[in-house]
């Protein structure tokens, strides 16, 4: 299997139940690009985008000055080991979560309408309607390269029906992604079930059937591939070799982080169906982020995909954040009236979810990939389709862009760009880095201009 020194980019470590697929590794890459003779092939481009809920406290989040020597607002502090790896980009506008006549239900816009730009349909029945999310769109052009054409994984679980805004579905606020304009795509929100995706083989009901072997034998999911790791190692030079080891290391510390977080699935029967009572939350709601935040690192590591969506938590959330010192609800927090503790504890939480956002980057800039890292060979949104959750308002959203998009963009700096720019332009622009070319998108009126300086 391994008797060539030079082996395929594909390849799998195989086992009962089990297929790891391994991150770049030098061996795979041609015999002159390793030597520089010539240049080796770019690194392929990710997209991911990371959606955060009920709006922000704008005073504390937007920084006052533009350009590259602007200074790190409170709730942007986090990111300082990473300024020159992120834009901050003001000014951009979801139109169709706004109203349009439809009355309430701005939660329900917002996240519909962040990644689609087209207004959903009021409706809390089977007819729900909004349009093809830019996360799918792009699946739909580059899916055919990896195992999985997208990721949507998320940390809050969510109804695709009933009502759950103001006579909109519950599919509108609990759903980012979506595949044709009536066809919402649900999110994983159980990390036992993610882990299993990734690193197992077969139906549902097999890689249940694998779990629950090795549970019963107290073994880790390395352990039914040592013999494929085994032979391989011989053919990997030194730098391969510790590559190797590392990333096992890392499967292994997050398999151990899945089952402590409480959410391994229940052993199921030969004809199991996924309930939804499964996906139940998690008391330590950070351990949860972070231990999703790797699972989607390593399904990039792998190349097992390159599009992945992550919803830290649904439109309208009630979620309390006690680790932070804040145990009110969220979204009923957001109507703070200009409360100047209400604003302070939304700080909180919105300060909260940038620093899981450095995590990830912290994460993406130490996983090496090709002849650089990951941050290098990406691009991830981090945003919301509300802006001031008191006011409901879609104008001059809260949106960072990670990374560095195999050098097309100009990171380190804050862009404001004109009042009512729509969102949808820059997602044209995200699009063309990936190969992917559109004139129009949703409500976009062309290209954004001013991400590479």
């Known amino acids: 299997m391994f008797s060539n020194s030079r082996i395929p980019r594909r390849t799998v470590l195989r086992g009962l139940g089990t297929a790891i697929a391994l991150p770049l590794l030098d061996a795979m890459r041609p015999r002159l690009a390793v030597a520089g003779l010539p240049k080796a092939p770019e690194a392929p481009l990710r997209f991911g985008v990371v959606y955060v809920p009920n709006g922000k406290n704008m005073k504390v989040w ?37 109203a349009h006549g439809d009355g309430g239900g701005d939660h329900a ?27 799918q769109l792009i699946a739909r052009h580059i899916g055919q390269a990896t195992r999985f054409p997208s990721l949507e994984i998320g940390c809050e679980g969510g109804r695709q029906a009933g009502a759950c805004d103001t006579g909109y579905s519950c599919a509108y606020s609990s759903t980012i992604s979506w595949r044709s304009d009536s066809t919402p795509v649900p999110k994983e929100t159980n990390p036992q079930l993610l882990f299993d995706r990734l690193f197992s083989k077969g139906s549902a009901s097999d890689q249940a059937g694998a779990r629950a072997k090795r549970q019963q034998d107290n073994k880790s999911i390395l352990d039914l591939v040592a ?9 990997l030079g030194s730098a391969d070799q510790r590559k190797l080891d590392e990333y096992l290391t890392s499967i292994r510390e997050v398999e151990q982080r899945v089952a402590r977080s409480g959410q391994s699935a229940a052993i199921p029967d030969t004809k199991y169906v996924r309930p939804e009572s499964e996906l139940r939350s998690v008391a330590d709601y950070p351990q949860l982020v972070r231990v999703m935040t790797d699972l989607m690192v390593l399904a990039w590591q792998t190349d097992q ?30 109507h703070h009236q200009n409360n ?3 604003l302070e504890k939304i700080a909180r939480i919105n300060r909260f979810h940038v620093s899981q956002f450095a995590y990830l980057l912290e994460r993406l800039k130490k996983t090496s990939d090709g002849d650089g890292a990951l941050l290098d060979h990406c691009a991830v949104l981090y945003g919301s389709g509300n802006s001031d959750g008191n006011r409901h308002n879609h104008d001059d959203l809260p949106v960072l862009l990670a990374g560095h998009a195999n050098g097309s963009l100009t990171s380190g700096r804050h862009v404001r760009f ?23 998108f949703g409500d976009s009126t062309g290209p954004l201009r001013g991400l590479k300086a």
Do not use: W
């Not at 013999?227 to 053919?235: E, I, K, V």
């Not at 004109?418 to 129009?440: C, H, K, S």
């Open 62 to 98: 937007t920084p006052a000055e533009v350009g590259s020597e602007y200074r790190l607002t409170p709730t942007l502090e986090p990111l300082k080991d990473f300024r020159r790896d992120f834009l901050v980009l003001s000014g951009l506008t979801c139109d169709k979560a706004r």
């Open 109 to 135: 816009r917002a996240m519909s309408a962040f990644l689609t730009g087209c207004q959903p349909k009021k409706t809390s029945g089977a007819d729900i309607r909004a349009g093809v999310s830019v996360d």
């Open 227 to 235: 013999d494929d790791a085994r032979r391989l190692a011989p053919t």
């Open 305 to 334: 995909t390159r599009v992945t969506t992550f919803v830290y938590a649904n439109e309208g959330s009630t979620r309390s954040y006690p680790f932070v010192d804040v145990p009110d609800g969220h979204h009923d927090l957001s």
């Open 340 to 342: 100047a503790g209400k």
């Open 418 to 440: 004109t009042d009512e720019t729509p969102v949808t332009n820059l997602y044209i622009e995200i699009m063309a880095r990936m190969n992917v070319t559109v004139d129009r």
